[in-house]
Structures are given as C-alpha cells and as structure tokens.
C-alpha cells in the first residue's frame, strides 16, 4: 500500500480495529501526535483537553518529564527479565512503596499486566484458596451491574449484557446481586446465606462502578455487605483499578471503608498512564494457602512481562508524584470544582442524575433504559465536545469527567462551560 499521501487516520483505517467500536459507524479515528500535561495534539495541530485522564489511565498529564526520566534511566540499565525465580529493583521497590499506603493487612504483590488480569489472578488466588484447603467452593459474589475486564474470568463476573451475550453459554455461574442500600440489605444478605457455603469470594468494585455507568453507592453499605461476606467466611476481592490512586478524592477507596479487603486488583493509575502494568496484593492468610508441600498446591499463573522493570520505574515515579503535596492539593482542588459545578447544573432541564465521589464526576443524558449504552445518545454531544477541543467519552447516555490532576482550573471551567453550552 502507497501511504505517501495519506494521514495518520487515513492510514489507520486501513489496518486497525479498534476497541468498542462499531465497525459500519467507526468513521476515522482521530490521530493524536504528541501529548503534554492535560493536551493532546492532533495531526492537524488540534489541541484537546484530555478530561477522561485517557481512558482513566493518566493521573499527571502527557509526556511527564519525571517518569519520562525515570522509564529512560531503567531503560539503559535494565529492559526486562524473567520474574520466576529472578527478581529486580524496581519491582522490589515498587512493592514495599504499594503496601506502605495499602489496607495494613495487604501483605503479598502478584504482578500481571493490566487490570483484566489482575482480576483474573485474584479469582484464581480465590478459587484456588479454597481448594488448597480443601473447601468446595466454585461461585463467584458480584454486583449485577458490575465490570471487571474483558478476559473470560473478568468478563464472566461482570454484569450481564450486550458486550457479554455472544459468549453467555461459556461464562462460569456468578451469583449476582443488586447495589448495597439500607432499603435492601437484609435481602442481600438473606441472598448471600443461601449460598454462602458454595461461595468462594465477593468481587466488586468499591464506591462507583466505571465502566457499568458511573454507578456510586454508599461506602457505609459496602462496609455492612463486606463484614457478613466476612462472617460466611467468603473472600473479599476489591477491584480498585478505576477508582485507586487519588480518583475518590482519597489514595483509595479503602480509605473510605472500616473493612478490609482479602484481595485487591490495581491497574489503570498505576504508572500514571506510562505504560501497561497489573497488580494483585493479598492478605498474608491468603497467601499462606499457597505455601505448601503439595507442588499442585501452587499458583500456576503468569505472564512474560510480569514485573517489566520498565513499568514499575514508571509506576514508582508516579508514586512519587501522586504523594507529592503539589499532587494531594490538585485532587482537592478538582475536588472542590466539581462539587461547585454540580450545584451549577443540578437543575438543568437535559441533565439528570448527577452524581460524584472525588475527582469523578457523572450526569445522565436522555433515558436510563434497557440497552441504553447502545442507543448513542450522547454521540452529537461527544461530537460537538470534540470540535470545541474537549475529550469526553460517554458511557452510553453516561457523561462523565475523569480529568488528569494537572488540568488547571481554567481549562476545567472551559470543559464545564462546554457541556452547558453543548446541552443547551
């Protein structure tokens, strides 16, 4: 193919798929060039203003020049190594960085390479824990609207629906149930006993469920819910890789709750955006399962990029800014701009629902009905924030803002000022 004169899209178009989208209505994608602090540039030397952290990933900005030095000093030292029975540096330090500001019981660091298998790991460490001692144990807890990847495990204990239907018969049973309220717990909990005895672990995400439609919740219920999983000895996996490192306002969400969890999966954040890499952490019971004479007894789980020394530099340098004065006063500072934004906006007459817990901040467009994610009523104001040089990206009629800690309070009252004009 003569690609001399064709752009970036042009030339995209003809040898990528890209994710969650729609094939017959994909249209171009846009080329983005280069990237610096909350902006992104395209080919034709447009800026945006990044407000879903791309993807949630990206907590400090394009191109930081701090992790930028970090990654390149790692790389002329060292590029990769096997991480059975060899281990390194940054994966040493990066591990005792992580449990010094995870729950005190969080023990153990299991390292994969994105979020979907850092949940994998953990319902294999789950699952697997109860079979070393010799519990039949084989269901899975999880919110009926819940999301946790897009590898067959993760999928299977997501909710239900039009991105899981194709492979509904070869999905593992979960036993699923509704969001925590003071209204319904009794009945969950009544639920949960019927089942508790056959229930490995409760997998959920903590506070807001992401990808599920900015859900939130209370961190009291969860707590309540948490401590009678606890008392049917069922395992708590806390699936912190959209909200961990700062988005609910707090390092994680754990620090909103009483109860600890088991086991947890981090990603997303986790490099500050850099480059891909997963984390599973567990209690030192959990881990102690493990720890036998019996060589089946063993996790059999990795992967050849485990612990790549690249990304845990990158992950440790993001640490190092994300504990930084500089970086706790932006979390507040968004924080703070957002709640202003909301009593702005809560009476508009197209906006409803709007909800926030930290730096995330969700409104409702349109109907909240069945399939309402595949409906794309938020595409004209998707398409319009875009002209106007701001990344949003709906969740079906879910419009939500995820901004990097970097964005200036400027550029956040150009994105609010945006969507009112957009929906006006």
């Known amino acids: 193919m003569n690609t001399q004169n064709l752009t970036w899209a042009q030339r995209d178009s003809a040898v990528n798929w890209h994710p969650f989208t729609p094939i017959k209505t994909a ?26 952290s791309s993807w949630w990933v990206n907590l400090h900005g394009h191109a930081h020049p701090y992790i930028a030095e970090q990654v390149y000093e790692q790389l002329r030292t060292l590029e990769h190594v096997i991480f059975a029975g060899f281990t390194h540096p940054s994966a ?5 960085a992580l449990l010094a500001v995870l729950p005190e019981n969080q023990e153990k660091v299991f390292y994969s390479d994105n979020g979907s298998t850092a949940v994998e790991v953990a319902l294999k460490m789950a699952l697997q824990y109860a079979y070393n001692r010799g519990e039949k144990k084989t269901k899975i807890l999880a919110f009926r609207q819940g999301y946790h990847g897009d590898t ?11 991105w899981t239907e194709p492979f509904a018969e070869l999905l593992f049973d979960v036993i699923h149930i509704d969001l925590p309220t003071a209204e319904n ?8 006993d019927q089942h508790a005895d056959e229930v490995a672990c409760f997998v959920y995400e903590p506070l807001v469920l992401g990808a599920g439609g900015m859900l ?6 969860l707590d309540t819910l948490m401590r009678y999983c606890r008392s049917r000895h069922i395992l708590l996996v806390q699936d ?10 707090r390092m994680f969400a754990a620090d909103h709750l009483t109860e600890k969890p088991d086991i947890m999966c981090l990603s997303k954040g986790l490099t500050g955006g850099t480059m891909p890499l997963g984390v599973t952490t567990c209690t030192g019971a959990v881990h102690q399962a493990f720890s ?15 612990a790549n020394p690249l990304a845990c530099r990158a992950a440790l340098a993001s640490m190092d800014l994300l504990k930084s004065a500089e970086t706790q006063a932006a979390i507040a500072r968004i924080c703070k701009q957002h709640e202003a934004f909301r009593a702005r906006i809560a009476t508009h007459a197209t906006i409803h629902a709007v909800r926030q817990q930290g730096t995330i901040l969700a409104m409702n467009i349109g109907d909240n009905g069945k399939d309402a994610y595949f409906r794309n009523q938020c595409k004209p104001v998707f398409e319009a924030l875009l002209q106007k040089g701001v990344l949003l990206r709906p969740l079906g009629n879910v419009l939500y803002l995820v901004p990097p800690y970097c964005i200036s309070d400027e550029d956040l009252q150009y994105v609010y000022d945006s969507i009112i004009e957009v929906l006006s």
């Open 185 to 192: 717990l009794p009945e969950i909990q009544a639920f949960v």
């Open 216 to 221: 939130m919740y209370e961190a009291s219920q």
């Open 292 to 306: 036998t004479d019996n060589v089946y007894g063993t996790l059999f789980h990795g992967h050849s990029f485990t």
């Open 92 to 96: 040493v330090a990066l591990s005792e």
């Open 27 to 52: 249209g171009e994608a846009v080329a983005i060039l280069r990237g610096e602090g909350a902006y992104l540039y395209d080919e034709n030397g447009k800026r945006y203003i990044d407000a879903i």
């Open 240 to 249: 912190e890789i959209f909200v961990g490192f700062g988005r609910t306002g």
């Open 152 to 162: 067959f495990g993760a999928m299977a204990v997501s909710g239900r629906s039009g």
